[in-house]
């Protein structure tokens, strides 16, 4: 019943009407949101999920057949990349993006699978490394130049910590920070260079002792991490309980001396934080350039922080917008002119609120062109429906993981003219879950396909890492 009522809160706080920002619904926040109600019923419905779909084998990776390395790459034609040819588990559809390989969660050294969260690392010598989130650890693979996947080995979860779906990571320098949703776990530090010797015919499975270790979570758990490299410092997101101190915001780790980690503070402000974005603030808001800023996705608000103290975290701003449902994740346009962000809502299709109804993923706009006022000045709809998870930006396009729906990436170059989102125009996708190809709108409205993926390899190689099946490697045609 509870999960009806606040459903039907939801609905009437989100309009169906032209997305914009709005002041928050304090009442509704904190009865559905900072009670942690909310993102009980999202994670219990996640997890019964899965379960189901565990124990119909879904999960079972060796099921799903690694591409050939004889294979060169399987061009995007006439709207599709097979594979296998008359198969339609292995027939892709596709616009502007071909496949040049595809290895089974199993084939990259786990036998649990479960994929999640996924970050990349450039040596020196420009060599492209990947760290890959399962439920068992983070393996790691190099990508050739000819754009194959070369599993080196892996680490696994911190030992005193179960296996959990939700692994995510992020890069410092020649770090990979890596936390999970695992009581005990806290957040693995592993450096990346420790993998350019290794002989591929021989790969490593690292222990706790190879990786650094700060264990200073509440109960161990992060539901996502962040990073400033420019700042040197890493953040734990979303660490339960909501009732410690930090009340599940974020908690601040410092990277100067990696043996030995520390927190010099945490923003418990507004509770929770899904996730969130760090930077130096460079843009048109003279009034905090140069300041220490966090963006937070915060449940049912986009949150806007003055980390610069970070024992005394401020709040600048905390917004809501018509269709709030499930604030999740976001990114700016440009980390060196800070006006415009996009932001994604993981339950506003599945909730059929705002903009999100009808069912096809919703990018929602924002111009911050002041830090104090941002304003929702439009958004971008999917034409797959779908659920949005995560984005990041590269230049003049978003990359978007929208589970079921695969890779999408848009052309964001018309937003600074055009903050209404209508010049906004997807320009390749990547369908990586065929299984829902003949559903309605080409797509389910559920937690399958894909979790993540990086875009930032100089190669222009992108890396899809996916919940069931393991992970792709794509190319813009």
């Not at 993102?39 to 057949?65: C, L, P, V």
Request: aromatic content about 12%; glycine content about 10%; overall charge negative.
């Amino acid at each position: 019943m509870k999960g009806v009522v606040n459903a039907a809160a939801i609905v009437a706080f989100a309009s169906f009407v032209l997305a914009k920002e709005k002041p928050v619904d304090e009442e509704l926040s904190r009865t559905v949101y900072q009670s942690g109600l909310r993102h009980m019923e999202i994670m219990n419905h996640k997890e019964t999920f899965w379960a189901s779909r565990r124990e119909q084998g879904i999960f079972d990776s060796t099921q799903y057949k690694s591409m050939d390395a004889a294979v060169p790459y399987v061009p995007c034609v006439n709207g599709l990349a097979e594979l296998e040819a008359g198969n339609p588990l292995y027939t892709f559809n596709c616009s502007g993006l071909d496949l040049y390989d595809f290895q089974s969660h199993a084939d990259l050294g786990s036998p649990t699978g479960e994929g999640a969260g996924s970050w990349g690392w450039t040596s020196p010598d420009g060599r492209e490394f990947m760290a890959i989130g399962q439920s068992d650890g983070a393996a790691f693979l190099e990508i050739t130049t000819e754009g194959k996947m070369v599993y080196l080995g892996r680490l696994p979860k911190y030992s005193a910590a179960q296996p959990s779906l939700w692994r995510e990571m992020k890069g410092y320098k020649n770090y990979m920070v890596i936390g999970s949703e695992a009581t005990n776990h806290g957040v693995q530090i592993f450096d990346m260079t420790k993998l350019l010797t290794i002989n591929p015919a021989k790969p490593v499975t690292f222990s706790d002792a190879d990786a650094f270790h700060f264990a200073g979570l509440p109960s161990g758990r992060s539901h996502t991490v962040q990073v400033n490299e420019e700042k040197n410092y890493a953040v734990a997101s979303g660490s339960q309980p909501r009732t410690d101190k930090c009340k599940s915001g974020l908690i601040f780790i410092d990277l100067t001396d990696m043996k030995n980690l520390k927190s010099p503070g945490c923003a418990s402000a507004d509770g929770y934080v899904h996730d969130a974005q760090c930077l130096v603030y460079r843009g048109p808001d003279t009034k905090y350039v140069g300041t220490d800023i966090c963006y937070g996705y915060n449940e049912d608000t986009l949150t806007i922080y003055n980390v610069t103290n970070k024992a005394a975290a401020t709040i600048i701003s905390r917004t809501s917008y018509e269709g709030a449902a499930y604030t999740h994740q976001g990114w700016v346009l440009d980390t060196e002119w800070q006006q415009y962000l996009v932001l994604d809502d993981e339950y506003d299709e599945y909730d059929k609120v705002g903009p999100g109804a009808a069912g096809y993923p919703v990018t929602y706009i924002w111009d911050i062109s002041s830090l104090e006022k941002p304003k929702q000045t439009g958004y971008y709809s999917a034409k797959v429906k779908g659920i949005d998870h995560n984005q990041f930006i590269n230049g003049d396009f978003a990359y978007q993981s929208n589970y079921g729906g695969g890779l999408h990436i848009l052309d964001i170059s018309s937003i600074p003219s055009d903050p209404t989102g209508k010049g906004v125009k997807e320009v390749a996708h990547f369908d990586i879950y065929p299984e829902d190809d003949e559903d309605n709108g080409g797509g389910i409205i559920d937690f399958v396909g894909t979790w993540s993926h990086y875009p930032y390899f100089k190669s222009g190689y992108i890396i899809i890492n996916t919940i069931e099946r393991g992970v792709y490697v794509v190319k813009r045609s």
